[in-house]
């Protein structure tokens, strides 16, 4: 039995001297790699945009309004944007549209505030609402005189939680 303990001992101390050495080098090449691991809500957006019926071409004046937006999340803060290459977005957020019929014909859009909701210019277009839900109005940026034609509006929402 002393034997086979001294066989014992005499393998471990190999073992651990293997080991030992392996321990005594150092790695190259080390590479690395991060990763975030998010855990979101779920949430559930709303949007309505409703045109504003009976609307005349000819002159309009500058807040004109041409459409009612209502957006409602449950999860954070809403947000609404212009729907992405539908017309052309200028730094201020306005949105201008090309008629249907005729893409000479243009208006330009602006989103105004409704009641007590207020929202910004955020980034990527987003205008970021400060409340789960928020109404706003789709005017006139402009004073001027719009041709009769369809001018096609199309708007995101999203849930913005920061």
């Known amino acids: 039995m002393i034997k086979s303990c001294n066989k014992f001992l005499l393998a471990i101390s190999v073992m651990s001297g293997t080991c030992s050495v392996y321990a005594a080098s150092s790695p190259t090449d080390v590479t690395s790699q ?31 309004v041409f ?9 954070g803060n809403v947000a609404f944007r212009w729907t992405p290459n539908i017309g052309t977005v200028d730094s201020s957020g306005n949105l201008t549209l090309s008629g249907r019929n005729n893409n000479k014909n243009h208006i330009t859009l602006a989103a105004s ?16 609402g400060n409340a789960p839900s928020l109404s706003a109005n789709i005017v006139d940026s402009q004073d001027g ?18």
């Not at 459409?67 to 999860?75: D, Q």
């Not at 007590?116 to 210019?121: E, I, Q, V």
């Not at 005189?145 to 920061?162: E, F, G, H, N």
């Open 67 to 75: 459409a009612n937006l209502a957006v409602s999340t449950t999860n």
């Open 34 to 64: 991060s990763a975030d691991i998010v855990f979101s809500s779920p949430s559930t957006t709303t949007i309505k945009l409703t045109p504003i019926k009976g609307l005349v071409a000819g002159q309009h004046a500058l807040n004109d």
């Open 113 to 128: 505030s409704s009641g007590d909701n207020t929202f910004t210019l955020g980034t990527d277009g987003w205008f970021v």
């Open 145 to 162: 005189t719009i041709a009769a034609d369809t001018y096609t509006l199309s708007m995101d929402a999203a849930s913005w939680v920061s």
